[in-house]
């Protein structure tokens, strides 16, 4: 199985900050890489698919970068909509597997 | 847009059967681009693929779950399924039932989740 390793595991910042959370797979996955949004109490949401693309209706100031197995997540000048848990996901190879998720807190 | 609603029990005891269904709105089941698909989530912890199923019923299984997973799809009613056998309390958890879109670049994600239903393994 491919293991897929974020970090930070949490992470506070303030409202305009600009926030990256890194996402490493235990093997190369090219750029078969995805995100999601979590917020307490709701299904996870795509923001963005295939190491970059953003998915429809989700923010601009959302954006993802990396190849082989290092990915990054971005998140420039943070609204206290974007407090939530972030997870990544390769859809590489099965088992499809996620990282453990980094929790953005407001601080 | 795709709209997927779980149903099913919220407890099973432990050793018995849990057995989820999932029904799609906005969209056919029969959808070539589409695959159908179960994730999990303990309480306060992560993400956890299950398995998926496509229209013609090929099936695609965790190997950690395999065994006791079975992943159903009914076209007829727009309906897929999950049954787990033999289950304990470990797999109390959030079930969401999500498409897994096969788009025209050839990535594959979860696009479309399901709210989830909590179901509680405890006698």
């Known amino acids: 199985d491919i293991q897929m390793t974020q970090s930070p595991s949490s992470l506070s910042a303030s409202v305009g900050d600009g926030v990256t959370i890194t996402c490493r797979a235990s093997q190369t996955i090219t750029n078969y890489l995805n995100w999601y949004q979590q917020k307490p109490g709701k299904a996870p949401k795509l923001l963005i698919y295939a190491t970059s693309n953003l998915q429809s209706g989700v923010p601009s100031r959302f954006s993802g970068s990396g190849s082989g197995s290092d990915f990054t997540l971005t998140v420039s000048s943070l609204q206290p909509e974007d407090f939530a848990t972030y997870y990544c996901?390769?859809?590489?190879?099965?088992?499809?597997?996620f990282g453990q998720g980094t929790k953005l807190e407001i601080k | 847009q795709l709209q997927l609603q779980e149903s099913g029990p919220g407890m099973v005891k432990p050793s018995e059967t849990l057995s989820l269904t999932c029904t799609v709105s906005?969209?056919?089941?029969?959808?070539?681009?589409?695959?159908w698909g179960w994730i999990r989530q303990p309480p306060g912890k992560g993400l956890e693929w299950i398995g998926h199923i496509y229209y013609s019923g090929s099936t695609y299984h965790n190997p950690s779950l395999k065994s006791r997973v079975t992943i159903s799809v009914d076209t007829s009613k727009n309906q897929f399924s999950l049954k787990m056998s033999s289950v304990t309390a470990a797999d109390t958890a959030v079930y969401y039932c999500?498409?897994?879109?096969?788009?025209?670049?050839?990535?594959?994600?979860?696009?479309?989740w399901g709210q989830g239903t909590l179901v509680t393994v405890s006698s």
């Open positions: 996901q390769q859809s590489y190879s099965d088992p499809y597997t």
């Open positions: 999500v498409p897994y879109y096969y788009d025209s670049s050839g990535y594959y994600y979860f696009d479309y």
């Open positions: 906005g969209g056919s089941i029969s959808s070539t681009n589409h695959y």
